[in-house]
């Protein structure tokens, strides 16, 4: 009998299967009636939150829960990171992120190389200033939790060296810090409410019977293992560069796991049309026959993550302009791209202007053939929905 070949999965239904794997499959709960059990659930679906400090909006971090939940409380998704005993720690995952306590033991590979593999200003801080690395690791097991500021007025008094300013306005104290968070010898306990990271030892930071994943060592392989079914499973479907760009392993980490996952049934060669890479599918992917989404997504939610992917799957394009002159810009700043369907049909540049108490559309972008009355009546509700969430008037006219 003559091997048919790998399945061929359309474009929509490739676009469906990936919303479903992103939650957005799923209805929203009735208004005000978003419990932690949902926040909770978003993050068991996505897997990893990209934290970013850009605030125009909100912070980035508590949008995709709102993409997929609608209004909620943010102190919900806080007591997650904050309160012991706690469920999602910070770390270097796919970018700085939200990382369920969970995963800890599968990002050791990462902090080992921390000498080798951490930004520049962290490896240097390390061989040039041992003695403030030193200090800085005794006070935070002393007094942690504690800030970057606090510690920088402990130590400055002994170590005149960690006043001296780098890129950023890091001291040596801070970058100290942050070569610790990377190699694991410290970790997040939460936030203030200045969005300033509180830092702690391991054992400290987490609970009694937390503490496990601290002294628990697996193999690299399977560290490797875990993180691609990781990104397997929240994109559902995707080619090698879509799951290992979810935790940012390199081709040479990722191509041993994605071949056992093959071997063991976990992923199933695919082709989707229009496609020059080959997927995979994960055995546990839904297929929708229709997805009735509607969300704003941040900048850096995870379906977005891969911009290729994005072209792929959505014929859009998508290019983050936070960094790019004014002048330059073709869309605007903090652009989020609007979800309908199962297709991107927009983009929206907002701001919360909090002075004046308004949600501001600074532009608005649709797609070609889109941006008719339904689309923008189905932009309006959301636009108001975010607004109330953002104890925010709505924009007088998102057109």
Request: glycine share 6%.
């Amino acid at each position: 009998m003559t091997d048919p070949g790998p399945e061929v999965i359309s474009r929509p239904l490739a676009r469906r299967i990936a919303l479903a794997a992103q939650g957005f499959a799923r209805p929203r709960p009735p208004s005000g009636q978003v419990t932690a059990r949902d926040v909770r659930r978003v993050l068991e679906t996505v897997g990893l939150v990209q934290i970013d400090s850009v605030n125009v909006l909100a912070r980035s971090q508590y949008l995709p829960f709102f993409s997929r939940l609608g209004p909620y409380d943010p102190a919900l998704l806080d007591a997650l990171r904050d309160r012991p005993p706690r469920r999602v720690l910070e770390y270097w995952a796919h970018e700085a992120s939200l990382v369920p306590v969970a995963l800890w033991p599968s990002f050791q590979f990462r902090r080992d190389r921390a000498a080798t593999e951490a930004w520049g200003g962290m490896q240097s801080v390390a061989r040039q200033h041992p003695d403030v690395v030193a200090a800085v690791l005794a006070e935070v097991a002393t007094r942690g939790p504690v800030t970057a500021r606090d510690l920088e007025a402990l130590i400055a008094h002994d170590h005149d060296r960690a006043r001296v300013e780098w890129g950023w306005n890091w001291s040596v104290v801070k970058r100290a810090l942050e070569h610790l968070f990377w190699a694991g010898e410290v970790t997040s306990a939460g936030r203030t409410s200045q969005f300033e990271r509180r830092y702690a030892v391991p054992h400290r930071a987490l609970s009694p019977a937390d503490r496990w994943v601290v002294t628990e060592r697996i193999p690299e392989a399977e560290q490797f293992l875990t993180l691609i079914e990781l990104g397997a499973r929240a994109h559902g479907i995707g080619t090698e560069q879509c799951f290992r760009d979810y935790a940012r392993l390199r081709p040479e980490q990722a191509r041993p796991a994605l071949a056992t996952l093959v071997d063991r049934g976990v992923l199933r060669e695919v082709r989707v049309e229009g496609w020059r890479r080959t997927a995979y599918v994960h055995r546990d992917a839904r297929r929708p026959r229709r997805v009735s989404a509607r969300a704003l997504l941040s900048p850096f939610d995870s379906l977005i993550w891969t911009r290729d992917r994005v072209r792929a799957l959505f014929e859009f394009d998508y290019r983050l302009e936070i960094y790019t002159p004014a002048a330059k810009r073709v869309h605007g700043y903090y652009v989020l791209p609007f979800l309908l369907g199962d297709e991107l049909v927009g983009r929206v540049d907002l701001k919360a202007d909090r002075a004046a108490g308004v949600l501001r559309v600074q532009r608005l972008t649709w797609e070609p053939g889109r941006g008719g009355a339904g689309d923008r009546a189905e932009l309006d509700a959301e636009l108001d929905l975010m607004a109330r969430w953002l104890t925010l008037a709505p924009p007088a006219d998102s057109r």
